[in-house]
């Protein structure tokens, strides 16, 4: 099929290139040239594991192209949508400037038949309003709600092998048809037995904040355990493997720690919460606010505990950040709880030096006024504390004994619970972590 993708963030190009793989003829659209470029040589960018080849693979099929210029998406009898929809800079609610932008200027290139695919995460009641727009600008048109689900770090995994998929479409003949060719983009994997729900766009757009609230309230709840554990004594990694065995809770998304970050599950959450005020339900989702805060607190008992560790302030202290995007195998930073912590100390005066495997350029964008390293040892070399901030597997192989020679003192804090505790205390360090001893 010929089909095009227009946004080609994290989302939209690992998309466009899992469609160009799955055999369709693919036309990639995005305003920023520098993507564009990237991509168009074949590389990805931004970090992400198995892209690159996937962009290699695909780039031999020539089913791929990329483009600046909109009107390359004409005769695609597909258009997916994945433009971003970050929080607003006046509010809780979600920036809609991207998506609305992208479906107008999409009308007018629409052809009779063809399909527009919203992937963004929207406030509920988007799609409704969005298709309108489309059947104006061409009557033959339909527009579905097809929400992404995949996870930084295993995008293509997640892109290729989805664990089900949800098409929100409009009643009557046209959501038929719309269901039928969205059967035939991803005739694949739904061979393979992948689970298919087909309904409206309420509940397709529901659907995705819903998950992503369970997630983060997953994350959360775990996160308040962690703070109880501090205060009484427990141990939080003790605690989830032992609820987590209960297969109604599950042990994933039970990993207590420095808590939820990055381009989505923050915003999403705070969306959510302004939408459903819009909607007179505020108090159904009240209790995302809590999640939000036990998720903040937790930044702030990081920084408590490396200025304990350091004897009472971290004024002046020499301290290394192990990690800088906000989960391992991504080259993120949005709200990014290890940047955010790696601020606040320097703002109290530490004297902060970051290293992440991949994301210190980003980091450095972001955050100009940090001090970064992109050799860990270097990084490492005269620290009185260390932190790890982000669970990278380099620093879960770090050797304590092999760190020790390089710091000024041996205090760790592990903000993910990533580093084996025996190991470390063993090699004479004073250990602390959230949410055990
Ligand atoms: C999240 C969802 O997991 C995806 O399903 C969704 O498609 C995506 O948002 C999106 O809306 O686009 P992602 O933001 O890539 O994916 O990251 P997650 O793996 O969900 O992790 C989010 C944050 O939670 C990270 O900062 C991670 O470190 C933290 N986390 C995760 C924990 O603190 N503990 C855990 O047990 C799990």
Request: hydrophobic fraction near 45%.
């Amino acid at each position: 099929m010929k089909i095009s993708v227009i946004g080609l963030g994290y989302l939209g190009a690992v998309h466009a290139a899992s469609m160009a793989s799955l055999g369709h003829e693919v036309v990639g659209v995005d305003v920023d040239p520098a993507k564009v470029e990237a991509l168009s040589a074949g590389k990805a960018p931004f970090y992400e594991p198995g892209f690159e080849a996937l962009l290699e693979e695909v780039a031999q099929t020539g089913r791929l192209t990329v483009t600046s210029d909109l009107a390359a998406v004409a005769g695609s009898s597909v258009h997916f949508v994945c433009v971003g929809t970050p929080q607003r800079s006046d509010g809780y609610a979600a920036d809609l400037t991207y998506v609305d932008a992208a479906i107008r200027s999409l009308s007018s290139h629409l052809s009779p038949g063809e399909i527009v695919v919203g992937k963004s995460t929207v406030p509920v009641g988007t799609a409704a309003r969005l298709a309108e727009i489309v059947s104006k600008a061409e009557p033959g048109a339909v527009l579905a709600w097809n929400p992404e689900f995949l996870r930084e770090g295993f995008a293509v995994k997640d892109t290729l092998h989805p664990d089900r998929i949800v098409y929100g479409v409009p009643e009557g003949e046209s959501g038929r048809r719309a269901a039928q060719v969205l059967d035939e983009v991803y005739a694949v994997p739904l061979t393979d037995g992948m689970p298919r729900i087909v309904t409206d766009y309420p509940t397709a757009e529901l659907v995705k904040v819903a998950a992503n609230s369970f997630l983060a309230t997953k994350i959360s709840f775990i996160n308040a355990m962690a703070e109880l554990c501090e205060v009484a004594g427990g141990d939080v990694t003790q605690l989830a493997d032992a609820i987590g065995h209960d297969a109604r809770i599950g042990r994933r998304f039970l990993n207590a720690g420095l808590g939820f970050g990055g381009g989505c599950l923050p915003k999403d959450i705070r969306a959510f919460m302004a939408r459903a005020d819009e909607l007179g339900a505020g108090e159904a989702v009240a209790f995302l606010s809590e999640v939000d805060e036990i998720n903040h607190r937790r930044r702030v008992r990081m920084v408590d505990l490396a200025s304990d560790v350091l004897g009472g302030t971290v004024e002046g202290a020499r301290i290394t950040v192990l990690g800088a995007a906000f989960k391992p195998d991504s080259d993120d930073v949005r709200d990014s709880p290890a940047l955010d912590v790696a601020v606040r100390l320097h703002e109290n005066g530490a004297h902060v030096v970051v290293h992440d495997p991949e994301a210190v350029e980003n980091a450095r964008l972001k955050q100009p006024s940090l001090s970064y390293e992109p050799e860990v040892y270097a990084a490492l070399d005269g620290a009185e504390a260390v932190l790890v901030l982000t669970e990278w597997r380099q620093y879960r192989d770090l050797d304590p004994d092999k760190v020790a020679e390089y710091v000024a003192q041996r205090n760790v804090v592990d903000g993910r619970n990533a580093l084996d505790r025996d190991a470390w205390k063993t090699a004479g360090w004073h250990y602390r972590a959230l949410g055990r001893h």
